[in-house]
């Protein structure tokens, strides 16, 4: 088992940056792939970016791509996701998540385990 606790949220104006970290407890890292969610009230939980055990692959849904970037560092148990350009509908709050599953990782089912969430939110 896994726990993740995720940081860096916080507010933004309009074109601004901030990069998301996720901390995850346990020595088996490396066996997971990574994904980060992100959902707004009343809506489901949408897929943003997953990264491969070792990083070897990323996916991004496509509103983001060219403006997010999803990193891990498997020495130091963390997953990362810098966000630039930030625009108003990017204001929601962002999941990182673990999966041990063989694919299915853009859809919140192909997860595992899931962090509590932190607050993003951009001001327009």
């Known amino acids: 088992q896994v726990q993740l606790v995720e940081s860096g949220g916080g507010l933004v104006q309009a074109g601004g940056s901030l990069r998301l970290s996720c901390a995850a407890s346990?020595?088996?890292?490396?066996?997971?792939?990574m994904g980060w969610f992100r959902q707004t009230p009343g809506s489901e939980r949408e897929f943003v970016a997953a990264?491969?055990?070792?990083?070897?692959?990323?996916y991004y849904e496509e509103s983001v791509k060219g403006r997010f970037t999803i990193t891990r560092d498997n020495a130091k148990n963390t997953v990362h996701l810098q966000m630039n350009s930030l625009k108003f509908e990017d204001t929601a709050v962002y999941y990182c998540?673990?999966?041990?599953?063989?694919?299915?990782?853009?859809?919140?089912?192909?997860?595992?385990?899931w962090g509590q969430g932190t607050q993003v939110t951009v001001s327009s």
């Open positions: 990264i491969t055990w070792n990083g070897g692959a990323t």
């Open positions: 346990g020595r088996t890292f490396s066996r997971y792939v």
């Open positions: 998540a673990a999966s041990r599953q063989r694919g299915g990782w853009d859809t919140s089912l192909g997860y595992d385990y």
